[in-house]
């Protein structure tokens, strides 16, 4: 799914008990993580749910799986995968997600615990990019 689909998706619920409804539907669709990923290394802090992302890197292309022990965050997971997976680092740190974020009506809609969790979601990705790039 792109990220045009995905706004495009979004735009089709028109309450906002519809779109938690698709987030978490979103969620189901993530790969799964192995048992031995799902720890400290991977997790994310800043998370009040647990949270585990794993990126890896081939042919210069950045691949994301992560997962999350609450399913809206999982849905999260997979809107955040949706606009950054399966590019190369420099693409992901150029990548600014706010336009994106903003038509999807996210900052309005989520508590402040869950945008925390979101932002520290988007620090790992930047940060795992930056890592890359030093490769």
């Given at each position: 799914?792109?990220?045009?689909?995905?706004?495009?998706?979004?735009?089709?619920?028109d309450d906002?008990?519809?779109?938690y409804?698709?987030?978490?539907?979103?969620?189901?669709?993530?790969?799964?993580?192995?048992?031995?990923?799902?720890?400290?290394?991977?997790?994310?802090p800043?998370?009040?749910?647990?949270?585990?992302?794993?990126?890896?890197?081939h042919?210069?292309?950045?691949?994301?799986?992560?997962?999350?022990?609450?399913?809206?965050?999982?849905?999260?997971?997979a809107?955040?995968?949706?606009?950054?997976?399966d590019?190369?680092?420099?693409?992901?740190?150029?990548?600014?997600?706010?336009?994106i974020?903003t038509?999807l009506?996210?900052?309005?809609?989520?508590?402040?615990?869950?945008?925390?969790?979101?932002?520290?979601m988007?620090?790992?990705?930047?940060?795992?990019?930056?890592?890359a790039?030093?490769?």
């Amino acid at each position: 799914m792109s990220v045009t689909s995905l706004l495009d998706d979004f735009a089709l619920f028109d309450d906002w008990e519809d779109r938690y409804r698709f987030i978490i539907e979103l969620g189901q669709s993530l790969e799964p993580l192995t048992e031995d990923e799902h720890c400290d290394a991977t997790r994310v802090p800043g998370c009040v749910s647990q949270v585990w992302l794993v990126s890896e890197l081939h042919n210069g292309i950045l691949h994301f799986r992560g997962d999350s022990d609450a399913h809206i965050v999982r849905g999260l997971i997979a809107i955040l995968l949706r606009i950054f997976n399966d590019k190369t680092p420099s693409d992901i740190l150029a990548l600014d997600p706010t336009d994106i974020f903003t038509q999807l009506d996210l900052n309005d809609h989520l508590t402040p615990q869950r945008s925390n969790g979101f932002a520290s979601m988007l620090q790992r990705i930047r940060n795992e990019a930056a890592a890359a790039t030093s490769v």
